[in-house]
């Protein structure tokens, strides 16, 4: 079981409000966290990606593999 660390993080009744509202039933505050964490390390890393997509050069991996000197398997 995950040790519970009790931290208080301070939040404008706005903000606990939102919270409030997004909140499922029988759904703890860490729950709720650790989905909008996941949610917003997903959203990063697309954004990531897709900036990569954008500005990024890409080379075949026969390319790659050859010149980090790599076999590819066939």
């Given at each position: 079981?995950?040790?519970?660390?009790?931290?208080?993080?301070?939040?404008?009744?706005?903000?606990w409000e939102?919270?409030?509202?997004?909140?499922?039933?029988g759904q703890?505050?860490?729950?709720?966290?650790?989905?909008?964490?996941?949610?917003?390390?997903?959203?990063?890393?697309?954004?990531?990606?897709?900036?990569?997509?954008?500005?990024?050069?890409?080379?075949?991996?026969?390319?790659?593999?050859?010149?980090?000197?790599?076999?590819?398997?066939?």
């Amino acid at each position: 079981m995950t040790e519970v660390a009790n931290k208080r993080i301070p939040v404008t009744e706005e903000i606990w409000e939102s919270l409030a509202g997004l909140k499922k039933h029988g759904q703890t505050y860490d729950q709720l966290l650790a989905e909008m964490i996941a949610l917003k390390q997903e959203r990063d890393f697309l954004a990531h990606i897709e900036e990569i997509e954008k500005n990024g050069e890409f080379v075949s991996l026969k390319d790659a593999a050859k010149k980090l000197k790599i076999p590819i398997p066939k």
